[in-house]
């Protein structure tokens, strides 16, 4: 309810952002320039409002994009540092929205300035549409937790225009750079609210999946028993025994050896081969060891490479 009367204000009472960069691209201005102009302004007519429903390239005119590279250079400055500036919008943020304060986890320090060196990166970027498209996309993969909805993205762009204009001398923050603040917030919110309803729900479904498949391999590792001690003799004469049986295995090892040197393609990590019986597989890896068998590509050793690391790439 605070978000819509400000939103109303931007877009119906006053002048427009977008009407504003118009109004000074059309001054004294090339007919080619113009053109050029009026074709940007349609695609970024599109971010006047918040909309999830896609996602793709955005490219910010030229004069906008230097506009607001100098608008957020001078209010860096104008406050001394990027801690500075962070710690001033975010005041100004939960002022207006004390709600939004329960949705950050880290002190406000820690999201001042993760916001701010976020927020920087993304402004330099702003004349190359398709670098653009993917920092935003990235940074909304790491926002897939928060419930980013179009009431919070007005709350971010109104507080950010507003500690901006309130710290600059009056008169620098113009029409372009206002509209190019309201047109990039907006489209930042776009991308998360996308990202989140394509993506989150698969990504939390392979985590689930992973998480009752380590559970399985756990439950199915045997638990080792201890043995009773036993006395002087008996570890002597069992002693002998396990020389017995070293030596002997050793001899076999050796025959078996030779005779895999020559039925070498026929066999396999799993062992698969014409005269060894088939092992059931009873966990995750040893079935995808399994089906890379029945495939070919039982003797890969990268299948052994992926399974160590599976863990590291879906967590």
Not at 171 to 198: D, M, P, Q, T, W
Not at 210 to 233: D, R, S, Y
Not at 251 to 273: R, T
């Amino acid at each position: 309810p605070c978000a819509t009367p400000r939103v109303a204000n931007c877009w119906g009472v006053m002048e427009s952002p977008l009407a504003s960069f118009e109004h000074e691209s059309d001054a004294g201005s090339e007919h080619s320039e113009e053109a050029e102009s009026e074709g940007n302004l349609e695609i970024l007519e599109q971010l006047k409002e918040v909309d999830g429903s896609d996602f793709k390239e955005v490219h910010f005119p030229l004069a906008m994009s230097q506009e607001v590279q100098s608008a957020w250079a001078a209010w860096i400055k104008q406050a001394g540092s990027k801690e500075v500036a962070g710690d001033n919008f975010f005041t100004q943020l939960f002022d207006s929205a004390p709600s939004l304060q329960s949705a950050f986890r880290s002190p406000k320090a820690v999201i001042s300035m993760r916001f701010m060196t976020a927020l920087s990166q993304l402004i330099v970027l702003l004349d190359n549409a398709t670098v653009l498209k993917r920092e935003i996309e990235a940074l909304a993969f790491k926002h897939l937790d928060a419930e980013v909805t179009a009431v919070k993205v007005a709350f971010f762009r109104e507080a950010l225009i507003e500690v901006i204009e309130e710290s600059l001398v009056e008169g620098i923050l113009s029409g372009s750079a206002r509209g190019g603040f309201y047109c990039l917030v907006n489209y930042i919110g776009s991308a998360f609210i996308y990202v989140h309803r394509e993506y989150a729900g698969r990504i939390r479904l392979v985590l689930n999946s992973w998480n009752a498949v380590q559970k399985t391999i756990e439950a199915a590792e045997p638990v080792p028993v201890p043995l009773p001690e036993e006395g002087k003799e008996g570890k002597e004469e069992e002693g002998k025994q396990q020389e017995d049986q070293d030596a002997k295995g050793k001899k076999h090892d050796g025959e078996e050896e030779e005779k895999g040197q020559a039925n070498n393609e026929k066999e396999d990590i799993f062992g698969l081969d014409d005269k060894n019986p088939m092992r059931v597989p009873s966990n995750f890896n040893e079935m995808i060891l399994f089906n890379a068998s029945v495939m070919g590509y039982g003797s890969c050793e990268w299948m052994k490479i992926m399974l160590t690391q599976f863990d590291d790439m879906v967590s």
